[in-house]
C-alpha cells in the first residue's frame, strides 16, 4: 500500500510509539476493506507495538485504534491515505501515550468537557483543510472518555454522503446533528461546545504599545516586529494563518521551493510564539475608537487598549449574491474546489468567475467532474493566456462569456444556474449539481466603519510606512489599498507597519 519513501519515513514516526495500542479492524470482502486491511496489516508489520485483532465496528470497512483493554472512540471509515495519512499517524503516536503538541490550557479544557459527545466528520482524501478538523476531534476523543470520533471518507461511503446531503467537505456531526463545516480549531470546537473565554477574562489586561488585529501573514509579521523591539505586544488572532489555510500549494514564497498552507500557517503561529506577545484566539474585532489611546472592542464585548493599533485583517471570499448563493450553500454552492471538488464526482458543476482562480477551479474541477461550465461576466476571460490555454484544450468545459449569474436554484440542494446572456438579455437554465463561487475577495474591514480612510472597495488607505489617516493606527496586508496581495508583500507589509508604529510611539 505505501510507497519506499512513506515507508521510510513511517517508520521513524513509529519509533516515537511509546506503549502499545490494539488496532480493531471491521473489514468485509470489497476491494475497499481488502486495501485497508492491507495498510494495517503493514502498519502491523513495522512496529511490535501495534497489535491488530477482527471485531465488528458500526460501519465496515472501518478501523479503530485503541489503548489495549481500553477503548478511544478513535476510528476511521474508509483509508486515511492522502491528506489523512498524517491524522492516522498522529493518531497511533497519540493513543499510544506521546504527548500531542497542544498547549495544557487546551488540554485542560478538554479533559473537562462533560457529558456524550459522538463526533462524525466526513472529509474526501483530497481535502486539506480537513486534517485538522479530523485531527482535533481524534485529540479530544483521546483525551477524553466521554467523546468518540469517526472519520469518514466520502468516497468510500458514497451512500452515505448521499442520504446525509454532504456537499461540502469537512462536514461534522455530532450525537447526529449537523455541528459545522469547513476549517476549524481544536479551539473553535471547544468555543462550539460552550467554553470560549467571555469578556472578563480580558478585563484585567494593561494597555499594550502595539496590538495587532488578525493572525494572518501580515499581523503575524507585524506582531513579531514589534515584540523584537521589547514593547508591550498584543494579537488579537481569530485564526492563524488567514487565507494561508485556504491555500494549497504555494510555490512563490521566496527560499522556499514549495510549500503548503497548513504548513505556513503553523510556522507562522509557532515563530510569533517564540517571542513575548500577548496572543487572544478566537477573538474577532468589532469596533475601534482613537479616545486617548486606542481602544478596540471584541465581539465578546471585551474592551482592549493601546498606544498603537495594526489592523491585518486580510479578506475573504466575495459573494456573488444572489438568490439561492446563501440558502444553497454547503448544499451545491461551494467555494473550495480542492476540498469540495470530490463530492461532485461524476457531476456537472459551474465555476462563476474567469480571473485566475476561477480558471484554475475550472481545470481542476474538469479532472474530476462530468462537466465543467465556467461563466464570466466579461466578454474575455481574465486569467493569464497560460490558463485560458489549458482550459480551452478540455473537452469537458464549457465557457460562456458577457453573461451575468442571477440565481442558482434547487429545493433542498443545487439543481441549476440562471444567467442572462448580456447581449441578448435572454435568461437561459443550466441543470447542474454544483456551483463554485470564484470572483475575488473583499477586504474585512466593514467594522471599521468611519473610524478609519478606506477607498471606494473598503480598503484601508495607508502611506509608505503603513499609517492610516488616525495617528497611531497603522494597517498592513490585503485589508489596505496595496495593489498586489501576496503572502510574501503582506509580510513585508507588516513587518513596515511595525516598525512605524514604533518609530510613532518613540516620537509621541
Ligand atoms: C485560495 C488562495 C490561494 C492563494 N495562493 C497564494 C500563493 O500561492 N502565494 C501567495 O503569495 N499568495 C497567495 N494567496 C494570497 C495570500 O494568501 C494573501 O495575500 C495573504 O494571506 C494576505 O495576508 P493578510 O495577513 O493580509 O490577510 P489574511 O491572510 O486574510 O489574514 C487576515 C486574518 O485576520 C482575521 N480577521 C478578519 N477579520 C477580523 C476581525 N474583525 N477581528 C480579528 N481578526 C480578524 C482573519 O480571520 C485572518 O486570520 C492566496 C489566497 C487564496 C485565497
Same mark, same amino acid.
Given at each position: 500500500m505505501l510507497d519506499a519513501d512513506i515507508k521510510g519515513q513511517l517508520a521513524q514516526y513509529l519509533e516515537l510509539m511509546e506503549g502499545n495500542v490494539l488496532i480493531k479492524v471491521s473489514a468485509g470482502s470489497d476491494d475497499v476493506s481488502k486495501d485497508m486491511v492491507a495498510l494495517v496489516d503493514e502498519l502491523a508489520s513495522m512496529s511490535p507495538k501495534i497489535k491488530v485483532e477482527r471485531a465488528e465496528l458500526s460501519r465496515t470497512p472501518s478501523f479503530s485504534i485503541n489503548r489495549i483493554g481500553e477503548d478511544t472512540g478513535v476510528t476511521f471509515a474508509g483509508?486515511?491515505?492522502?491528506?489523512?495519512f498524517t491524522s492516522l499517524v498522529l493518531a497511533l503516536l497519540q493513543v499510544s501515550g506521546r504527548a500531542p503538541k497542544v498547549d495544557e490550557q487546551t488540554i485542560e479544557k478538554i479533559k473537562n468537557i462533560k457529558g456524550q459527545y459522538s463526533f462524525e466528520s466526513y472529509i474526501s482524501?483530497?481535502?486539506?483543510?480537513?486534517p485538522e478538523v479530523v485531527q482535533s476531534l481524534n485529540l479530544m476523543s483521546i483525551l477524553n472518555p466521554n467523546v468518540t470520533h469517526t472519520m469518514i471518507d466520502g468516497g468510500a461511503f458514497k451512500d452515505e454522503v448521499e442520504s446525509k446531503d454532504i456537499?461540502?467537505?469537512?462536514s461534522v456531526f455530532l450525537n447526529g446533528e449537523f455541528f459545522g463545516s469547513g476549517r476549524m480549531t481544536v479551539e473553535e470546537i471547544l468555543a462550539k461546545l460552550g467554553s470560549a473565554p467571555d469578556a472578563s477574562e480580558f478585563a484585567d489586561k494593561e494597555p499594550y504599545d502595539v496590538l495587532v488585529v488578525g493572525g494572518g501573514p501580515a499581523g503575524s509579521s507585524a506582531a513579531i516586529y514589534a515584540a523584537r523591539k521589547g514593547i508591550r505586544t498584543g494579537i488579537i488572532v481569530e485564526r492563524f494563518g488567514g487565507q494561508v489555510m485556504d491555500t494549497?500549494?504555494?510555490?512563490?514564497?521566496?527560499?522556499?521551493k514549495y510549500t503548503e498552507g497548513p504548513k505556513l500557517a503553523a510556522s507562522l503561529e509557532e515563530h510569533v510564539k517564540n517571542y513575548n506577545v500577548d496572543i487572544m484566539t478566537l477573538q474577532r474585532a468589532k469596533r475601534l475608537e482613537k479616545k486617548e489611546l486606542i481602544e478596540v472592542e471584541l465581539e465578546n464585548g471585551a474592551i482592549l487598549k493601546s498606544k498603537a493599533v495594526i489592523l491585518s485583517t486580510g479578506a475573504r471570499w466575495r459573494n456573488? %449574491? =444572489? *438568490?439561492g448563493e446563501a440558502e444553497f450553500k454547503n448544499k451545491g454552492v461551494a467555494y473550495c474546489p480542492h476540498c469540495d471538488?470530490?463530492?461532485?464526482?461524476g457531476k456537472h458543476v459551474a465555476v462563476i468567475g474567469g480571473g485566475n482562480s476561477g480558471i484554475e477551479a475550472a481545470i481542476d474541477l474538469a479532472g474530476i467532474v462530468d462537466h465543467v461550465t465556467v461563466l464570466e461576466?466579461?466578454?474575455?476571460?481574465?486569467?493569464d493566456a497560460v490558463l485560458q490555454e489549458r482550459l480551452y484544450s478540455l473537452s469537458n468545459v464549457t465557457v460562456l462569456k458577457n453573461v451575468q449569474t442571477k440565481e442558482i436554484t434547487g429545493t433542498d440542494k443545487v439543481n441549476g444556474i440562471s444567467y442572462m446572456?448580456?447581449?441578448?438579455?435572454e435568461v437561459k437554465h443550466i441543470e447542474l449539481q454544483g456551483v463554485f463561487v470564484q470572483i475575488g475577495l473583499v477586504p474585512?474591514?466593514?467594522?471599521l466603519g468611519e473610524a478609519v480612510e478606506r477607498n471606494r472597495i473598503g480598503e484601508i488607505i495607508v502611506d509608505s510606512r503603513g499609517a492610516? %489617516? =488616525? *495617528?497611531g493606527v497603522f494597517a498592513a496586508g490585503d485589508?489596505?489599498?496595496?495593489?498586489y496581495k501576496q503572502i510574501i508583500i503582506s509580510m513585508g507589509s507588516g513587518a513596515t507597519a511595525a516598525l512605524g508604529a514604533f518609530d510613532y510611539l518613540i516620537r509621541s
Open positions: 483509508i486515511p491515505l492522502g491528506h489523512e482524501l483530497t481535502c486539506h483543510n480537513c456537499m461540502a467537505v469537512p494549497l500549494g504555494i510555490e512563490n514564497f521566496i527560499s522556499m456573488v %449574491n =444572489v *438568490p471538488g470530490p463530492l461532485f464526482k461576466f466579461m466578454p474575455e476571460l481574465k486569467a446572456d448580456r447581449d441578448t438579455e474585512n474591514t466593514d467594522w492610516t %489617516n =488616525v *495617528p485589508c489596505t489599498n496595496t495593489p
